[in-house]
């Protein structure tokens, strides 16, 4: 399972299961706090109510009752009042509170209604806790299912005492049916439920979001660390946080080891280059400390030369290929024309084109551009055109274009000369490895440096091109393809 999909299972996981509990606990609680509510108006309700009964249940008969005294009549005008009120959405067409009052016996003396449509008027409520634990002086409330298997049918009764001074001449309990807020609760638990839901989807949203981000973090972070491992140099990505700084300490530690590396095959290849010169200049000079004809004076002493310059260009080229190693981008990166890099190619090499007895033959598109550095890239040709003019026969053309196909534009350098071996292919463009140039009158068969391809392809890399080499018949085609600006 990749590592996008499990951070967003475990997110996911996570947040449903945070959710789940929270909505649940919730919902559940809305019931238990609106009862809460609930009794505590009516604890407010029948404290008023048993003020207003005082004086009537003060003055009742022996074993008679408040039907038909004042108290009884406004309460009963109460229920039958009409009622329209819309509560935030929800419409209230009911009175809902029954009232009733005992006496100190606890013997009914008034009652609104049973929800039955019946009244209790005369009948023993002196064992209902309502009745019972106000009489006793203490708080009075009952919760009683009229029909037990449905909770919906379930009244609340809250009690207060009716006084005379400190004595307790009854008890008024004002009841209020769960169903009668029933819709108020469904509401605020579907209310949650919904917006809980959306609360779950922002979540997931956020969460895939910060997933993506993360992923797109790492596979950068990936590309960059394959990339490494295939050769090319780039510069690590710009990531924020402990992502950002492993990446630049991968590309610390590349440059280390590459640094490492570099130096052991540098000390490894140089050895090996260095042999072959130094031997020649050290046979030559002990020759020259002999006594020797002028002509064998003067062919050492060329021999030493040739071997001077050959070690020096092995030196320049060298560090050439040394700094491009350690860049990891373009500094002056601008909009080049290939044409007038052409152009200037041409114009530089004249005198050795000229000298070697070479033509060039050019086709150069119009209009064509490319980013880059202009000292890299014409360095870059400017090694093409060398090996161009090394592996050239006498009198031969040298063929330059400036080309465009649907990304790229490919300025190409094709010779006709020998070509190259087919066991070399696939070692062109390493350090130090070189075919021998062909033998010219009067020269003996040289042989390059190795590092002018190794350090086109660098250039190439820098730029985010790639260096062709195809062969031609006759000939070898060596082209630089660059990005279209």
């Known amino acids: 399972m990749k590592l996008g999909l499990r951070l967003l299972l475990g997110f996911f996981l ?4 945070a959710a789940f509990f929270v909505m649940r606990v919730f919902v559940q609680q809305v019931q238990p706090s609106v009862r809460e509510v609930m009794e505590d108006m009516l604890v407010d309700t029948a404290n008023i109510l048993a003020e207003l009964a005082q004086d009537d249940l003060a003055a009742m008969a022996p074993q008679g009752d408040l039907r038909e005294t004042r108290f009884a009549r406004r309460v ?25 009052v005992t006496d100190a016996t606890g013997r009914v003396v008034f009652d609104t209604g049973l929800p039955d449509g019946g009244n209790a008027v005369g009948q023993d409520y002196s064992r209902w806790r309502d009745v019972a634990r106000t009489l006793s002086g203490q708080y009075g409330a009952r919760a009683t299912r009229y029909v037990v298997a449905d909770d919906d049918s379930s009244v609340m009764h809250v009690a207060a005492p009716v006084k005379q001074g400190e004595r307790t001449i009854g008890v008024l309990t004002v009841a209020k049916p769960m169903r009668s807020v029933a819709k108020f609760v469904e509401r605020a638990q ?23 981000w993360v992923i797109w973090s790492v596979r950068r972070l990936r590309r960059y660390a394959q990339r490494v491992q295939w050769g090319q140099r780039e ?14 300490a991968m590309a610390a530690m590349r440059d280390r080891l590459d640094g490492h590396e570099h130096v052991e095959q540098l000390v490894r290849a140089m050895t090996h280059e260095l042999k072959s010169p130094l031997a020649a200049i050290g046979g030559a000079a002990e020759l020259l400390q002999d006594e020797l004809p002028a002509a064998d004076r003067e062919r050492f002493a060329r021999q030493i030369r040739e071997q001077t310059q050959r070690l020096q260009s092995l030196v320049d080229r060298l560090l050439e290929l040394s ?33 070697a007895g070479l033509s060039v033959r050019t086709e150069v598109a119009e209009g064509l551009s490319v980013q880059g550095e202009d000292e890299l890239l014409e360095m870059a040709l400017s090694n093409l055109l060398d090996n161009a003019i090394e592996f050239s026969p006498a009198g031969g053309v040298i063929e330059l274009s400036v080309k465009a196909d649907a990304e790229n ?22 350090r130090f490895y070189s075919t021998a140039r062909p033998e010219r009158a009067g020269q003996a068969p040289r042989k390059g440096s190795g590092l002018g391809l190794a350090i086109v392809r660098q250039v190439m890399a820098l730029h985010g ?21």
């Open 76 to 100: 009963l005008d109460y229920a039958a009042r009409p009622v329209d009120a819309q509560i935030w959405g929800l419409s209230k067409r009911t009175l809902d509170y029954r009232v009733y």
């Open 235 to 248: 510069p690590p990505p710009e990531l924020s946080g402990e992502l950002g700084e492993l990446a630049h």
């Open 409 to 430: 534009v490919c300025i190409a350098v094709r010779d006709h000369g020998v070509g190259v071996p087919d066991y070399a292919w696939p070692r062109l463009g390493e």
């Open 14 to 17: 996570i947040t449903g299961i």
């Open 190 to 212: 579907q209310e949650i439920l919904v917006k809980g839901l959306w609360l779950l989807g922002l979540s997931l949203v956020v969460g895939a979001a910060v997933t993506a």
């Open 323 to 355: 700094k491009l190693e350690q860049r990891h981008s373009l500094d002056h990166q601008q909009r080049l024309d290939p044409a007038s890099l052409v152009e200037r190619l041409l114009r530089s090499h004249a005198p050795r084109l000229q000298h």
């Open 465 to 485: 091109g790639e260096l062709r080499l195809t062969p031609a018949q006759p000939g070898l085609c060596a082209a630089l393809c660059l990005p279209a600006a």
